[in-house]
C-alpha cells in the first residue's frame, strides 16, 4: 500500500516524498483508490490527487482522525479493509502473472 501525506508542508503545496503531487501523479495510468478519514488534516487535500488520477482515481473518507497506515487499526478499520480489498478484487486477475 501506498501512502501519501497529503498534509502538505507550511501552507496549500501537498507533496509526497518531495515531489508535488501533480509531480507524484504524473504518468500514472492505472487506476488509484485514495482513502482518508474525514478528521484527517489532510483530508481536503487528498482531493487534488484524485482530480489528476484523470477519472480512474477513487476517493473514499472514513470516520475518524486516522492518517496513513493509522486508517488500517483505526476507528473506521473494517471499512478501510473493505475498501482495499474491493479495491484488489476488482483490478487485479489471479489469472495473469
Known amino acids: 500500500?501506498?501512502?501519501?501525506?497529503?498534509?502538505?508542508?507550511?501552507?496549500?503545496?501537498?507533496?509526497?516524498?518531495?515531489?508535488?503531487?501533480?509531480?507524484?501523479?504524473?504518468?500514472?495510468?492505472?487506476?488509484?483508490?485514495?482513502?482518508?478519514?474525514?478528521?484527517?488534516?489532510?483530508?481536503?487535500?487528498?482531493?487534488?490527487?484524485?482530480?489528476?488520477s484523470e477519472g480512474s482515481g477513487e476517493l473514499y473518507l472514513v470516520p475518524g482522525d486516522d492518517h496513513g497506515t493509522d486508517l488500517l487499526n483505526g476507528e473506521a478499520a473494517d471499512q478501510v479493509w473493505s475498501l482495499l480489498v474491493d479495491f484488489l478484487d476488482d483490478h487485479l486477475d489471479p489469472t495473469q502473472p
Open 1 to 52: 500500500m501506498l501512502t501519501l501525506d497529503f498534509r502538505g508542508h507550511g501552507g496549500s503545496e501537498v507533496e509526497f516524498k518531495g515531489l508535488s503531487v501533480e509531480e507524484a501523479m504524473l504518468g500514472v495510468m492505472f487506476p488509484t483508490r485514495f482513502i482518508a478519514a474525514e478528521g484527517d488534516t489532510g483530508a481536503d487535500s487528498a482531493r487534488r490527487p484524485q482530480e489528476l
